[in-house]
């Protein structure tokens, strides 16, 4: 064979090859403002979904949805889709969101759905922490704008104008001999706690304005837990020394809440979220890669943020009016997973200017259209997740 022959050869092998590690990609227009990409990078391998969503666009909005609609418990996300009030067409993307107890479905960070505080924590409720922080949330405010901080609930109960402290909502207060907390009836029935003395207040909610709920004590206080809230009531609860700021509420006595969040990592102002739903831990921060810090930050451990597993994220731009949402298929032939500074690397490769690590592994699930379009890593399909975040076209 001459050399220029095999010359020829070679080139084209050496081109054949070079196309085989591009990336393919695939695009659609889910509805003005929103388009789904679908990108297979053979150098990875990866198999990534993206959703990229106008933020600016009046007609589109972000809610988060609860598995079963309840405080504890778990769904799949395609079910959580398919039994939104406007039905699974209007629900243009879904991404699971928060870690979660594998056993009881309960969220680690706090829930604010509407508006409305689910869960209210000031320490995050993980068993994997290396140490006790609070983890990363996204969330949006009340002008429809992305946030990601990691927010602690800021909360205080007034009481003929004076103020106490609510550090915990639907969840037992844990920061130490004494604390507060406001169960709603989300929770149904009044946790317990053995180890401090206890005193619960019943209330009847009778008004509420933005972040400030007003009620009045309505039947009698306990000194035990285990109490049921019925639809529309609260009971404020005190352990320890606290029991005496609310010894003297009478019958009928006025008690106001407020419920805010405040950053705990940059001395922001506290804010009133629509929404706010967790994750663990953040990888992007104002355009900086930060995920090769998250386990001195927020106390990651190594098999979650060093080892390559499917992943989800959230991110958002500069300007906070490019919204991405990012699935990574991994464990599997065709896409490897990614591990935590990977997935900031490519959030930035995107322009996100912040960016968020969902639950990933086998929760890792992006719907469209009420259709799952990744490939889920568990053996027996999707798997029943605590929470998801749901764009959806509102109605006119």
Known sequence: MSWPRLASILCVISASLGAQQRDSLATQTLSPGVTWRRIVRPAGPWVLNIVTVDLRRSDLELRQVRARDSLRGREKLTSMVARTPEGAARVLAAVNTDFFSLATGESENNVVIGGEWWKGIQVTDSPFDTFDNVHAQFGVDGARRPLLGRYVLDGTAIVARVPTPVLAVNAISRTGPEGTALYTDRVGVTPTDTTRALLEVPLARVGIRADTQLFVRRGPTAKAAGNAVAPGAAVLAAYGARTAAFATVAEGDTVRVVLRARAADDGSPSRSPALLVGGWPRIVRDGVAVADRSA???????????????????????????????????????????????????????????????????????????????SVSDPTGEREVASGLLLVKRTP
Do not use: C, H, Y
């Open 296 to 374: 001195w930050v927020e106390g990651t451990i190594s098999r979650n943020a060093e080892v390559r597993n499917p992943r989800t994220a959230v991110g958002f731009s500069r300007d906070s009016s490019t919204l991405f949402l990012v699935t990574v298929d991994g464990r599997q032939a065709a896409s490897a997973g990614m591990t935590l500074p990977e997935l900031a690397d490519f959030m930035r490769e995107l322009g996100a200017w912040q960016a968020l690590n969902f639950d990933g592994g086998g929760s890792t699930s992006m719907v469209l259209a009420g259709k799952l379009v990744n």
